[in-house]
Each structure stands twice: as C-alpha cells, then as structure tokens.
C-alpha cells in the first residue's frame, strides 16, 4: 500500500514516515501542496495524509482540487484544530477521514488500515498467482495455505509481482515501488530480497527471472 504523506513541518514528517516504512507501507513525502499534486502525478498512491495547514496552497485546497480531479486517492486530513466545525468542514472537502492533531501513533495506524481497506475494495484486497496468495489489506502471505513470515520489503516485492498479474517487474520498478526511500536506493537490495522471498516462498520457485526483464510469477505458460 502506498502513501503520499504531505506536511510542511519537515521533522515530523520524516519521522513519521520512517515510522510508517517500518509497518511496511511505501511512503511518499511532499512538504507542500503542490509539490503533493505533482508527485501524485507520477505514483500510483491509494492513501494520502494530508496536512491542513500548509503554506501557500493549503490542504484544503488540495482536497477540494483532488476532488474535482475525481482522484480515487483516499484522504486522511491532519488539522491542528479539533473542533467539530473544523471536522465538518474538512470532511465536506472531500476528505475520507479526520485525525486531530496532535494524534496518538496507534491512532493513525488504525484510520490508515481502515482507508486501506475502502481502498482495496475496487480493486480486490487479494492476490493470488501459482498457490502464493497475499492480502494486501493485513498484509499476509502463504504458499500452499502455509503462512510466510516476510519482512516488510519481501512483502513488498511480492506484492507488486503479484499485481502485474504475470508480467515482468524490473529492478527499476521494484526499486521505485518498494525502495521509495532514497538511501535504500540500491540493487543490490533487491536481488538480496528477492533471494531470501525465493528461500521463504519454497519449491517450486514460482519466481522467474530473465536479464533486461526483471522478475515475474505467474506467467500463463
Ligand atoms: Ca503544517
């Protein structure tokens, strides 16, 4: 599950989106509204923490232009004031949801899994290719019922093998969909994830691979 997360107070948002990688999420940081817009241009985002009090175009503004847009991105709106008109108003924008600051981390964490789960609605919360099956909504792996215990990146990498539906996933796209954070940014990281994903995934690999492609499972042969 992806997020873009916008807030202009530059430590907080880092810190928390360090913390969110850490539960597995991919995370997208932008410290102001239109920076937001034009990286939602280029990723496929379904959850948005959007900060209300951003300088220059607001949260709100971004809201309402997401709106427009008819975006399917799903909105969490963090405000400073938590007030019910504030809460009427922001929902009124066309924000799914409302968290007041400041927000217990728990907190945040379940309206998250709740928006995941309207979000995946459309589009099927399961993932299934040669008997591996992923909920991408908790985040659960098996290969022939048995459970996987992945790490958040192998889960990752399986999760968008199993989303190009057998077609081929590069180095390069698993790096941008599953090593969103920049320091991560190497390949050999993704060879050593895809080599202990193989070892937990089992007999017999269903994970195929090919020099200039990338990686893929559940070919129709
Ligand atoms: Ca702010």
């Known amino acids: 599950m992806r997020i873009l997360l916008v807030e202009d107070e530059r430590a907080l948002a880092d810190g928390l989106a360090d913390g969110l990688r850490r539960e597995g999420y991919t995370v997208d940081v932008a410290y102001d509204g239109a920076a937001a817009l034009t990286r939602l ?34 909105i969490l709106m963090l405000t400073a004031a938590g007030t019910l008109d504030d809460r009427v108003a922001g929902l009124d924008l066309g924000a799914d949801d ?24 459309a589009a099927g919360t399961v993932l299934e290719a040669a008997n591996v099956r992923i909920d991408t909504v908790r985040r659960t792996a098996e290969r022939d019922g048995r459970p996987l215990r992945l790490t958040p990146k192998e889960y990752g990498v399986l999760e968008s093998l199993l989303a190009a539906r057998g077609g081929w996933v590069s180095t390069d796209e698993l790096l941008d969909e599953v090593w969103a954070h920049a320091d991560e940014r190497a390949r050999a990281v993704v060879k050593a994830a895809v080599h202990t994903l193989r070892r937990k995934l089992g007999h017999p690999d269903p994970i195929e691979t090919a020099p200039g492609h990338g990686y893929r499972i559940g070919a129709a042969s």
């Open 98 to 121: 409302y968290l007041p600051k400041p927000f217990a981390y728990v907190e945040l964490l379940a309206r998250l899994r709740a928006l995941g789960r309207r979000a995946g609605g």
């Open 41 to 74: 241009a280029t990723i496929d985002a379904e959850l948005m923490i959007l900060d209300r009090d951003l300088p220059q175009l607001s949260g709100d503004a971004v809201c309402r232009m997401l709106r427009e847009q008819r975006h399917p991105v799903r």
